[in-house]
């Protein structure tokens, strides 16, 4: 069974910086794509930034030059540095990754699911 943990939330001052850190486990062949989202009170959630498995990144435009996503792939662990951290990035933030288990092979490729970590909040105060 894969799962995705998310760590590092907590309470900030705008200014200041936070460490994301999402570990996956279970029986995983390949997680081409790993990446942060966050929901607001009363908002959709929204993607902040994903990174590919050759290390390629994207960013919100809300976040680029503060945030930067890394990962370590023999670690199955993917972080979000958050620096400059403003009272609007106060969220939930949420790890998601497409990955393959071994079930999912095709018989010439493997397929992926998306999977949804439990989130972890953060809140920056003005």
Do not use: H
């Amino acid at each position: 069974q894969v799962q995705l943990v998310e760590s590092g939330g907590g309470l900030v001052q705008a200014g200041g910086s936070l460490r994301l850190s999402c570990v996956a486990s279970g029986n995983i062949v390949t997680i081409p794509v790993m990446s942060w989202y966050r929901q607001a009170p009363g908002k959709q959630r929204e993607l902040v930034a994903s990174i590919t498995s050759g290390g390629g990144t994207n960013y919100a435009d809300s976040v680029k030059g503060r945030f930067a996503i890394s990962r370590d792939n023999a670690k199955r662990t993917v972080y979000l540095q958050m620096n400059s951290l403003k009272p609007e990035d106060t969220a939930v933030y949420y790890c998601n990754a497409d990955i393959a288990s071994p079930s999912d092979y095709k018989g010439s490729y493997y397929d992926t699911k998306k999977y949804w970590g439990q989130g972890t909040q953060v809140t920056v105060s003005s």
